[in-house]
């Protein structure tokens, strides 16, 4: 490679490294995965229950018996077809809500699948997210928690339908919960631009130039 063209692009590199460790662009976070196939919203009346729950004055209702959910009597989704083709599958949870009283904020929920494995016979599998904390807020202020639970995929083709439960909620009052189902592994991005390209185009632009100029005073020193 001749060398002035190795001086602009070093000359490039070195431009592109400093705008890079002194950029302030935050990159989006990455997809849960390749595509968003169901979203949904949880019915009032179970935000209700949970806030009984957290209040201590809920009444005894039906439960799951061998359960694996801490809550034994957790919301399940619609039944969906799944496997082959789709895998893997993602959970992502959203909780808004509104702190109680100054302080600390707290939300932990668990995720999983219900499966379907014959026509009399269902199992839990679970994929729970980790737990969500925000302090510092003051009373009545809104906030939002949002969780992704780990991969998971299913041998052959089958029905399942995704599952929500809380494990426990502090000075939380719930809004809204909503629960997403994302499959197939998300593509890897491009790490952000620290520039837009406009601006990374002049910068190479001038390299070059720089380069240019550099062989032609070259040339003249020969000259003369």
Known sequence: MNAYLTFGLL?????????????TIDSPPPAPGLRLVAQYKMPQQEIARYAALAAGK??????RT????????????PQRQVGVGANPYTLVYVVSGVARTAGEVQAQWQTGW????????????????????????????????TATSGRLSFRGERRAAPMLGVVQTRNLD????????????????????PLPLPALLALMALGLLLSLVFRRRQRRALVF
């Open 11 to 23: 000359s490039v590199a070195v431009s592109l490294f400093a705008v890079s460790a002194n950029s």
């Open 58 to 63: 809920a009444h005894e209702g039906p439960q």
């Open 66 to 77: 061998n359960s694996l959910f801490a809550d034994r009597a957790p919301w399940v989704g």
């Open 114 to 145: 219900e499966i379907q494995e014959s026509a009399t016979a269902r199992r839990e599998v679970m994929v729970s997210p980790a737990a969500n904390a925000r302090s510092g807020l003051a009373a009545g202020e809104a906030v939002t928690f």
């Open 174 to 193: 719930i809004a809204e919960v909503e629960l997403q189902v994302w499959s197939g592994a998300a593509l890897p991005g491009w790490p952000p631009l």
